[in-house]
């Protein structure tokens, strides 16, 4: 049986930036190797107006799908426009952020291309207190 997610049910996390105030958003795993998917994953996230998710690469292929709000999705070449509706896929290991522009909150889910991955920040992120963020099952 294919179990269902319910999205908008999820306990979010709240991760800030250990020195970057603007760092700031909440998720949660709505799937991951062994919670409902065997091959990929998936987050829900939120990011307030001003929040950014802070500079970081995914060890993986990463597509977006933007439900609400306005932002920037910042890369190294430079920066994109995204807001509702807005659907991108990111190579592994390209260094990128995404940055509330909007008034309102931005909803977005991030898809993965694999069941266990990490996320490498620039920064320290809190919790848990470390560079290294990823799937619930990434250690073992």
Not at 23 to 30: D, I, S
Request: aromatic share 8%; with cysteine.
């Amino acid at each position: 049986m294919v179990p269902i997610v319910a999205a908008d049910m999820l306990a979010r996390i709240h991760v800030h930036g250990a020195t970057d105030p603007s760092v700031n958003w909440l998720g949660a795993f709505a799937t991951c190797g062994g919670r409902g998917a065997s091959q990929s994953s998936t987050i829900v996230y939120e990011i307030p107006p001003g929040g950014r998710l802070g500079w970081h690469t995914d060890a993986t292929e990463e597509t977006q799908y933007i439900l609400a709000g306005t932002g920037e999705l910042l890369m190294e070449d430079g920066s994109r426009t995204i807001g509702a509706g807005s659907v991108f896929a990111l190579p592994p290991n390209v260094r990128h952020d995404i940055v509330n522009t909007g008034s309102e909150t931005l909803h977005a889910v991030a898809f993965f291309a694999a069941a266990m991955f990490t996320q490498t920040f620039d920064q320290v992120m809190l919790p848990p207190d470390t560079h290294v963020l990823g799937t619930p099952n990434r250690n073992g």
